[in-house]
């Protein structure tokens, strides 16, 4: 127990060292990392690598960036639903295919998914309601914690959850929240008689100007804005709420898993090996990314910074991926063989999405 005690010991110690001496870390330096970021090419599990193929993440960030924002527009509820699935998934392998699937059914008038043709969070919610009554009568407006799971819902409505929404295997807890944000998001809209999109975007933008909605040490708090939304919100932790703000317009940053490997790694210098995303607390996330943020803007707002950091952590620290970097390494050299032998440099280029620089033989 007390070795276990001392490593523990030790992490806080290189961590909260770490943090202070990025303190002081000077706007050139931290611009520096920024850029390398930026600079680097998006690898397969990469969010945007599907899209664009290996280019670089900043140009990719910057072609994403409208079509980011238009989704929430063109379709409030299908931005609930990507930002509830996103949370601690694979975005690219998990909720990338629902959300696409979703599209293309959209401008069929007879498409099964009513919500997408009335585009409202009430419709959305109708919707889950009636292809899920039974979890949704025994589970969510009962007390889950006097429920067991796997009695909240039949064998129809398993199906429909992993046929629907994509899932591999029902998450009941991922489930709840959906239907908890959607009842929030109704809630508090009340009988206003704005636009879904209009009346979530003011909401999600208002926030950094409310100061009953911040701790204090002037960070948003999840439990306070949930307490705006007019209650809990089952299992969802501050990263999901700044997604959803981030979907309607709000320029700030989530405090997810690739984020904060980001900033554990290229920012305060410490390991993987001996660091996870979890070691960094929600506090210190926002207070570092609030000095990169001054440091970097102009250009780059801080829903920039975001989008740079997630393709970046989940290109290239995605443990499912262990050598991407060394894989990438290996295909640079083949390709780098390629045209010493005479090869057209601008083809295998135009091909891979390497640079000429980059595939520059000597």
């Not at 000077?26 to 090419?41: F, L, N, P, S, W």
């Not at 440099?345 to 033989?361: H, K, R």
Request: proline content about 3%; charged content about 30%.
């Amino acid at each position: 127990m007390g070795k276990f005690t001392k490593v523990v010991t030790d992490k806080q110690k290189k961590l909260s060292e770490a943090l202070e001496q990025f303190k002081y870390k000077d706007d050139a330096g931290i611009k520096e990392v920024v850029e390398v970021i930026g600079k680097a090419r998006l690898t397969p599990t990469s969010h945007l690598y599907p899209i664009y193929g290996p280019i670089a993440i900043n140009e990719a960030v910057e072609r994403s960036a409208e079509e980011f924002l238009n989704q929430a527009e063109s379709c409030p509820p299908l931005s609930i639903i990507d930002v509830v699935l996103a949370a601690n998934r694979e975005y690219n392998v998990m909720v990338k295919p629902v959300i696409d699937r979703f599209k293309k059914e959209m401008p069929d008038a007879n498409t099964e998914f009513t919500f997408l043709k009335q585009k409202t969070f009430e419709s959305l919610l109708e919707y889950l309601k009636i292809n899920l009554s039974n979890f949704y009568n025994e589970y969510v407006i009962k007390d889950h914690n006097k429920v067991k799971a796997s009695e909240s819902i039949n064998e129809e409505e398993r199906e429909f959850i992993l046929k629907v929404l994509g899932f591999k295997e029902v998450n009941h807890y991922k489930m709840k929240a959906l239907f908890d944000l959607l009842n929030a998001i109704i809630r508090l809209k009340g009988d206003r008689l704005e636009r879904d999109y209009d009346f979530l975007k003011a909401w999600a933008e208002n926030i950094e100007k409310r100061k009953d909605l911040k701790n204090r040490k002037g960070i948003v708090s999840k439990r306070k804005i949930e307490r705006s939304l007019g209650g809990k919100i089952h299992k969802v932790g501050i990263a999901t709420i700044q997604h959803l703000r981030m979907h309607f317009g709000a320029d700030t940053f989530k405090p997810d898993q690739r984020v904060k490997e980001v900033l554990l790694y290229k920012f305060l210098n410490l390991h993987s090996n001996e660091f996870i995303s979890i070691d960094l607390d929600d506090k210190s996330a926002f207070s570092i990314m609030e000095k990169i943020h001054n440091s970097c803007n102009p250009p780059y707002t801080l829903r920039t910074l975001d989008s740079f950091f997630v393709n970046y952590g989940s290109g290239y620290y995605n443990k499912n991926e262990p050598s991407l970097d060394f894989a990438n390494s290996v295909l640079k050299g083949v390709l780098k063989k390629l045209i010493q032998k005479g090869v057209d440099a601008e083809l295998i280029s135009e091909v891979s999405g390497y640079s000429a620089e980059e595939l520059n033989p000597n």
